[in-house]
């Protein structure tokens, strides 16, 4: 801008129009037009303080309008149109004029069309400076530049990509590098800054990446949060503002410092080759270090200066334990009322069978929930996949039953039934390598007395002894099926007349025979 106040002053002070114009770096007709006109309106100085350049600019040449009488363009329809693909300024402005014609109203020309259009954008992208507080806010992001680790035994160059909170107020930084910006290490990320910074602030401006943002149930206005991102939230009590898409300001001191970042340490590094993301992510806290002390060009203090002084001091307290990161799946509960996860199997109440449940799994536990509320917990299960974990609440009563009986309580109930059950019952539980194993077996002999009948069992146990010394649950099951109700009953009646007491029975002398001694027979 012309520096009108400076042309006046100097004019009042008898300099020259050629010095006037060196010394305010205009042209000598400038310093002509200035001062004539400022003589037609007698303006003179001293100036008010309040008298700006803009204002007497504004006073002495004021900005002809010659547009003014021609329709102006709908700034709201032309942006909006123009994020619409194949729509330009061209066919907006021809559409323009068309419409403008009908209507008897003289169009701006194309140049002017787009002038406005660029004014009126630039009215829109117009910024304000809101001032922060100490400890107020974070905000957080992957940087756009990744550094580099070489594989040590294929020689391979593999990215590293550069996670970067920093403190709003003070901008002192937290960077650390991760092999990829998958949940696990974003998670990981703010876990490791908060404790660097030793505190939480009670705001967190996070990018709008997929690991921070749930995009299916999101819009421009409601942006909705992952699960796991909201947990975490909740678990350092932090509220989470994602920044807004493709709008940098929202983030500006993150991005900001990404700029210094990159030249400060991913350029710094440059020439230094790290073969592990731990040798990598050591020389980064030594340059970080060195950054964050060094000394604000145009402040007498450092980042790390200003946050310790004003802002760790109102940062809230840690919680007693990190975030631990959690994943989230759908299972189906199956008819054993079992759910599997990565190969392994946990209890849920036996109502739930062949209901959806959503898991919630972390590295010690494995939670069920039913229409978001809690339904089972379990301690997560390692080793050799496919073992079971199971609570005995969540079986149905009569399987409850089943795991209260034992080798010993089979064996006194098959003394109830008779001796060839005991004898199968004892071949069955020792046929495994461990006795657990064959319980199965003898509670399916309990079901069998209970839908045929004891009497019947003990026949079946019988003849099933007769063909082998150790029967199988099997065995005695198919004889079952094929056994003669009409046996039994033989077998019955032969029992009942062994039993029965005889009548008068005649011995030996009575016919005539000798007698032997007595006294073996007594």
């Known amino acids: 801008m012309t520096k009108y106040r400076e042309i006046l002053r100097l004019k009042s002070l008898g300099f020259s129009e050629r010095s006037i114009a060196n010394s305010c770096g205009v042209s000598r007709n400038t310093v002509a037009k200035v001062t004539k006109r400022a003589n037609e309106l007698k303006i003179s100085w001293p100036l008010d303080f309040g008298m700006t350049d803009g204002v007497l600019e504004e006073m002495m040449f004021p900005k002809t309008k010659s547009a003014t009488n021609k329709r102006m363009p709908d700034f709201d329809y032309i942006r909006k149109e123009l994020l619409r693909n194949g729509v330009n300024k061209k066919l907006l402005w021809v559409e323009y004029c068309e419409e403008g014609r009908m209507n008897g109203e003289e169009p701006l020309m194309y140049s002017q069309f787009c002038y406005y259009i660029q004014k009126n954008e630039e009215r829109r992208r117009a910024t304000m400076h809101i001032p922060r507080k100490p400890g107020e806010q974070i905000e957080v992001d992957w940087a756009g530049d990744p550094a580099h680790i070489i594989d040590p035994d294929t020689g391979e160059i593999i990215d590293a990509w550069l996670f970067v909170g920093v403190m709003t107020y003070s901008q002192y930084a937290f960077v650390e590098a ?26 967190l401006v996070s990018d709008n990446c997929t ?108 919680p007693a334990t990190p975030f631990e990161l959690c994943e989230w799946k759908q299972a189906t509960v199956q008819f054993n009322y079992h759910i599997a996860v990565d190969k392994m199997y946990y209890s849920v109440p036996y109502q739930y069978i062949k209901n959806k449940v959503d898991v919630r799994i972390t590295e010690s536990t494995i939670e069920i929930f039913y229409n978001h509320n809690r339904i089972a917990s379990h301690r997560r299960i390692t080793g050799r996949s496919g073992q079971y974990s199971t609570i005995t609440e969540h079986m149905p009563e009569n399987h409850q039953k089943y795991l209260e009986w034992n080798g010993d309580r089979f064996r006194k109930w098959a003394d109830s039934i008779g001796i060839n059950t005991r004898k199968v019952v004892d071949a069955i539980l020792t046929s495994g390598r461990v006795e657990q194993q064959s319980y199965r077996s003898c509670m399916g002999l309990l079901k069998l007395a209970e ?43 032969n029992s009942s007349l062994e039993n029965k007491p005889r009548g008068i029975t005649r011995g030996a002398r009575y016919y005539g025979g000798k007698i032997h001694d007595q006294s073996k027979y007594y």
């Open 178 to 203: 991760f092999i990829n910006e998958r949940t696990n290490n974003w998670i990981k990320a703010h876990n490791h800054m908060f404790q660097f910074f030793g505190g939480v602030a009670p705001v």
């Open 211 to 318: 690991t921070a943002i749930n995009h299916q149930k999101s819009d421009w206005y409601t942006p909705t949060l992952n699960t796991t991102y909201h947990e975490m939230a909740e678990h350092y009590n932090v509220a989470i503002v994602p920044a807004r898409v493709r709008k940098p300001k929202d983030k500006s001191n993150v991005e900001g410092s990404v700029g210094k970042i990159s030249t400060w340490i991913t350029a710094a590094l440059r020439n230094e080759q790290f073969f592990s993301l731990a040798e990598l992510n050591a020389a980064i806290k030594e340059k970080l270090t060195a950054y964050n002390a060094r000394k604000f060009e145009q402040k007498e203090c450092s980042r790390l200066s200003l946050f310790l002084g004003e802002e760790m001091p109102l940062l809230a307290s840690l």
């Open 451 to 493: 839908k045929h009948s004891p009497a019947k069992l003990e026949a079946v146990c019988t003849k099933a002894l007769c063909y082998s010394s150790k029967p199988s649950y099997k065995s005695i099951k198919n004889l079952l099926v094929s056994f003669n109700e009409e046996e039994l009953e033989s077998k019955q009646d």
